[in-house]
């Protein structure tokens, strides 16, 4: 009887212990590094070349423990109007570290990403030079570099893409737009044109940029909650995430349809609202759907879960990356008011009439929004109309 007491506290603690290793492994960060943009611009130095440059600054975020960088390559995606075969693109990633400065062979020397506790990030600058027919570089609209770091440390070798996407044409915000009847004539529409919008757009500029010229007091301006996500760098590259027991297994219960259906969707969901709440919604909602009530699982992950884009399911060049929905967006609202005058809303809105206002600014009619939007004004093609303004109607206007 002691023998097997001893043996069968020996095995809980083994397994006690193997547990909190496991867990433990699970909680470190691995090679993550966090990437900071600084100064990237596009610059037409001749008709036939194009200059897309700027710095990279990187942070190891891990107190104690090394990351190495041992390579870093960038890859130019041009988007345009046209075909781009006469398109030559040239890149090169430079170290700006003063104790590893960059070699005129071009060859990247592996260095130390030094711990957190030394307060040492490392700058790097890539340039690519684009030369081509000018009338081909006049019909690009956007760029995006993606940037492929090779770390090496605690995971062995990772793999870590990042994302960077420039704007190259910027249409004038003061060319006039039609007005429309909106569907239950209650109020009129009107979408803005914009640039292609990235992080280095502040949603308030660009209201001010593109919709203030021709809005007057009383008008709505709502935004695509995909365009602020963006707007915000609410998104993630599919290969950066650690997919990890909970997301594989919970995926497989979400339609195959959904952006939710796949490991790094369900990933991206765990890490705004957590794991834990993420699974217990997942088992809450197998049992009301077994009762006859779907739809709990929504209710209950929290309010990403319906706003979770997976790959295709946003437009170039976003098309390739997750994009999670906009934070704080009642905040953004308030702002865009305090700011503009304008009343504002963040927008879900679909070819199929559905509209959920995601944020607003206090006192927004929320049921003139969506009947004004239902038959999304907007589009889900490369309209890049990201904004559209609403026009209650007034006496003798309806």
């Known amino acids: 009887m002691g023998l097997r007491t001893l043996l069968s506290g020996a095995a809980l603690v083994s397994g006690a212990a193997a547990a909190a290793v496991e867990a433990r492994f699970r909680r470190h960060p691995g090679n993550d590094l966090r990437i900071e943009d600084a100064g990237w611009a596009a610059t037409r130095t001749a ?12 942070h190891n975020d891990i107190v104690d423990r090394e990351v190495m960088l041992s390579d870093v390559r960038a890859t130019v995606h041009l988007l345009g109007d046209t075909a781009l075969d006469e398109v030559t693109v040239r890149t090169r990633a430079r170290s700006l570290r003063k104790d590893y400065p960059a070699r005129d062979d071009g060859y990247w020397v592996a260095y130390v990403v030094k711990p957190a506790k030394y307060h040492s990030p490392s700058p790097l600058r890539i340039e690519a030079e684009v030369h081509g027919p000018a009338a081909v570089l006049d019909a ?44 239950d004539g209650r109020a009129r529409v009107r979408p803005v044109r914009t640039h292609l919008l990235g992080p280095f757009d502040n949603p308030v500029e660009i209201v001010r940029r593109y919709a203030a010229p021709h809005a007057r007091p009383g008008d709505i301006v709502t935004l695509g ?10 998104f993630h590259d599919p290969r950066n995430l650690k997919l990890g027991w909970a997301a ?25 609202h957590g794991t834990l709440r993420v699974m217990a919604a997942m088992a809450a909602g197998v049992v009301a759907k077994a009762a006859g009530r779907p739809g709990w699982f929504y209710r209950l992950a929290g309010p990403q879960a319906r706003l979770v884009d997976d790959v295709t399911g946003t437009l170039p060049p976003y098309d390739k990356l997750i994009v999670i929905g906009p934070d704080r967006a009642d905040d953004l609202c308030r702002r865009i008011t305090t700011e503009t005058g304008l009343l504002a809303a963040v927008v879900d809105a679909n070819d199929l009439g559905k509209v959920d206002v995601v944020g607003a600014s206090a006192g927004l009619d929320h049921a003139l929004v969506c009947a004004a939007l239902r038959a999304n004004p907007a589009g889900n093609a490369d309209e890049s109309t990201p904004i559209v303004l609403i026009r209650p109607a007034g006496p003798g206007e309806a």
């Open 47 to 58: 008709p036939d070349t194009l200059v897309l440059a700027g710095e990279l600054v990187v």
């Open 248 to 272: 594989t297994r919970s995926a497989q219960f979400m339609s195959g349809e959904g952006s939710l259906g796949t490991a790094a969707g369900m990933r991206a969901l765990m890490l705004e």
């Open 225 to 234: 909650e995909t365009p602020v996500a963006v707007m915000q760098g609410r």
């Open 140 to 183: 690009l609209g956007a760029a995006r570099i993606e940037v492929t770091l090779d770390t090496y440390g605690f995971e062995g070798p990772r793999l870590r893409h990042h994302h960077v996407v420039l704007a190259l044409r910027h249409p004038d915000p003061t060319v006039e737009l039609p007005w429309r009847d909106a569907a």
